[in-house]
């Protein structure tokens, strides 16, 4: 998801405020000088952006669209992107929503969604996508744009659509003299099973310190990271309509237990408050997105990547299909709808394959995306993005109306319940369904 760690501290307080509406609006923060109407005069408009990541290729993409859209557009002198990070993303948004100086665009993540697509405070796009002829609607799935969708007007776009891979040190593998994921893959072995199993013996073998990293940590980033394991194995929080519990499901039951199990009985899984790096070379293998090290290169290891593994109903990859959009309180959204087409055209989401591939279905494939990409090679995309892509079963990020308030009760459950060494793994998810009920419900 484009993530970043965070305290847990942090994150109760912002999920708090993402629940704050318009009837307790904070004075709002210092605008940045981005966001200028175009006056009558002639006087060119100055757009504004807000990210949750603007660093290495993320960076180096939009830097691009802004150099090839500002000559194409007369009127715009500057696109002015701020980055927030992904921990405070939220709260600066709402704020600025409520006080109705919102930038002009904006990503936002596909889990709290459908808060903004009901707002009414997101620009139709349709009108914009309408009259540039080469856009091609018909290219993005009907799924990925559902989301987006507020009745008849399209009040998004997504621009992701990335799963998470594994990466593992195959000079750690060599010194256990175990089967590495790469070969049980070919095997048409590589599971969860096989995976915990694998990361048992790295660590009895005392070839790494633990088997196993979740990099988008469970603990200070919540139960929505799960969703790799929760995926394969049946389970969901809620169900499809979003009204009804599901974690205390056997299925969670299980896909829990497996990894309550690998941090307390194996202890090959790092736990609560445990600081871990995968590039520092003590640990056999990561789980995180293909983009997630920008140092691959120049690891003083020799590493590999794989797909996620399979679960009991096969393989079913995550996907995050974050959106962009334009906010209708800030001036100048014609103008801002044609910077975020012209970043969304074909040519401009190939460039942007060195952070997701594009959910276009013309570019769901390695010629699209191998070119942008400077480390990895065709055979490991192919094994392991690509792979994702092809996927029949996937399973989108988990998203509710009332996502915020969800989030923070169960992430506050987990903590209490699950995340220490006497849990009780199904009495504790009944407890979390017991609270969780009724805000699924507002």
């Not at 010194?175 to 994921?181: M, S």
């Not at 389970?235 to 979003?242: E, I, K």
């Amino acid at each position: 998801m484009l993530h970043e760690p965070w305290t847990r501290r942090t994150v109760r307080t912002v999920l708090l405020l993402l629940t704050v509406t318009a009837c307790a609006a904070p004075a709002p923060p210092p605008q940045p000088a981005a966001t200028t109407a175009a006056n009558t005069a002639g006087q060119k408009a100055e757009l504004s952006m807000l990210t949750w990541n603007y660093t290495g290729t993320m960076k180096d993409a939009y830097d691009g669209y802004i150099s090839g859209f500002l000559p194409r557009e007369p009127r715009v002198s500057a696109v002015n992107i701020e980055a927030q990070p992904f921990v405070n993303f939220g709260d600066v948004l709402n704020v600025r929503l409520s006080a109705k100086t919102p930038p002009n665009i904006s990503w936002i993540n596909a889990s709290t969604g459908p808060q903004y697509v009901k707002s009414g405070k997101l620009v139709d796009l349709t009108p914009a996508i309408e009259s540039m002829s080469d856009f091609d609607l018909a290219d993005y799935p009907d799924a990925s744009l559902a989301p987006w969708r507020n009745g008849d007007k399209l009040v998004a776009l997504p621009f992701t659509n990335a799963s998470n891979v594994v990466f593992y040190n195959a000079d750690i593998f060599a010194q256990a003299g175990i089967p590495t994921p790469l070969e049980l893959s070919n095997q048409g072995k590589w599971t969860w099973d096989s995976m915990r199993d694998t990361s048992r013996q790295l660590v009895s073998k005392q070839a790494a310190k633990y088997g196993l990293l979740l990099n988008n940590n469970i603990f200070t980033n919540g139960f929505r990271n799960l969703i790799d394991i929760y995926a394969p194995y049946g389970a969901a929080p809620w169900s499809d309509d979003g009204q009804t519990c599901t974690i205390n499901s056997p299925q969670a039951v299980q896909a829990t237990q497996f990894v309550w199990d690998m941090i307390y009985t194996d202890k090959s899984l790092p736990g609560p408050g445990v600081q871990a790096d995968w590039t520092a070379g003590n640990i056999g293998m990561v789980l995180g997105r293909a983009n997630a090290f920008n140092n691959l290169g120049e690891l003083p290891f020799k590493w590999e990547i794989v797909s996620v593994p399979d679960g009991p109903n096969g393989f079913i990859p995550e996907r995050a299909q974050n959106g962009i959009g334009v906010w209708a309180d800030a001036p100048n959204s014609d103008l801002a709808a044609e910077f975020v087409l012209y970043t969304l055209t074909k040519d401009n989401s190939m460039k942007f394959a060195a952070n997701t591939p594009s959910p276009r279905k013309s570019l769901a494939n390695l010629d699209a995306i191998q070119p942008a990409n400077k480390v990895l090679t065709g055979d490991q995309l192919n094994r392991s993005v690509i792979k994702a892509l092809d996927a029949q079963n996937f399973k989108l990020e988990y998203s509710h109306a009332n996502y915020a308030a969800v989030e923070k009760q169960i992430n506050q459950d987990f903590d209490a319940r699950i995340w220490n060494e006497t849990a009780q793994i199904p009495s504790a998810l009944n407890q979390v369904c017991s609270d969780v009920a009724p805000l699924l419900k507002q």
